[in-house]
């Protein structure tokens, strides 16, 4: 069973349609990079997943649950949202992480925000807590930046900040992680060392979403790639065939202006 | 010279009693125009539209008046229109008209410096603590707040700055502050009179006062330095 299946996902913004009939599925452990010019509805895409927009038409399962359907006003309450995203994480362009609290405590803080839910938290705070704090640092670890772990992020560079949001991400155990072009604010040695995190991430059979305008990248580590553009999949299939010889007159151009540049 | 160390112990004790109304002015305002300036804030930036137009035009009221009007009409309208004197013919009344004059001015001008300390913060923020599975409050007391609070240090230490000086407004009602008790001696007060030094000497308190509050603010945007 596909874990991810999105269903004629419809959006727009005011007369401007965004995404027209967006439909595609994932498998456990794959990794899908959504390519496209920009405008072409790639990140609403992924925000609509997120639930930070609302679509106004389709639907959203992942493993066979309905989180999302236009048309049963039952399956998007406004009060479940904030459950359902948990099935998705979210690393972002500009990072965003929280300038307040150290690399530690920007992975930490959502996990022990979510503890007070669990229905021991009283009695077992302590226990809750070193456990949320060892994985948190485990992640770090991971991610290369055990000596960074209490710097603030303003002490860290872009290349630092963006793995210590993919740590923060991964902190919660979504079923699919989502990036929106992580590297675009990155120079491209910080963006090596970034895609050298998401590609560790792919080799752990990580279900991951990528939007992303790294060409060569996108090809050696999905396993599926969208071409999106003016609001629909125009192709989409194996990196080989999408990427190495697309059979759509747009996608062709859209690669071969990358070539060029 | 010699005169106005004897008149002294004396000056320096009454002033001392009209500094601490000040003082009491002071504290009561702040501690009632914090709160209620952010509450006047999230009103402004309701989504319920004729709830944030109706809070705009009343911080524009307040804000476009001058609070000793304000003071002057809080104070008398209830005796002198409504011919029921709510606030009794005392210090106290005179204080409370004071304070609530005080709080609801200043409560305005903060929920200004709110509105444009939460605004300013990027959606990216609130945006990252949604994905995240926080609810609503914990993204504003977790992730927002302390940024607003750091935003929001420098104008508000202007204000509070001004808050000290324009306590001496309560004067038009005769509450019993500092200038109130440093104009005494101009008629008599206390065997002394004629004397203009003491109302001068006023200044020093204010100025002491803002000293302190200079430096203690300073302190808090200092503290405030470890992050960006």
Redesign the interface.
Known sequence: MAILDVKDIRKSFGQTEVLKDISFSLERGQVVSVIGSSGSGKTTLLRCLNFLERPDGGSIAVNGQVLFDAADPAARREADIRRKRLHFGLVFQSFNLFPQYTALQNVTLAGRLLAKEDPDYKTRKKELFARIDGEARQLLAQMGLSDRMDNYPHQLSGGQQQRVAIARALALQPDILCFDEPTSALDPELTQEVLRVIRQLAQRQTTMIIVTHEMAFARDVSTQVIFMDGGVVVESGPPEQVIGAPTQERTRRFLDSYNQA | MDLILQQMPVVLKSLNEGFLQTLKLFFVTGLGAFPLGLVIAFGSMSRFKPLSVLTRFVVWVVRGTPLMIQLLIIYYFPGMVLHNNVWGSGETGRFTASAIAFIFNYACYFSEIYRGGIQSI?R??Q?????????RS?IFF??TL??VI?RIVPPMSNEIITLVKDTALARIIALQELIWAGQAFLKGSHGIAGAIWPLFFTAVYYLAFTGVMTLVLGRLEKRLD???
Request: hydrophobic residues 40%; proline residues 5%; without cysteine.
């Open positions: 990027p990216g923020q945006e990252a603590g949604m994905v995240l599975g926080m609810t914990q977790k992730v302390l940024q750091k470890y992050f960006r």
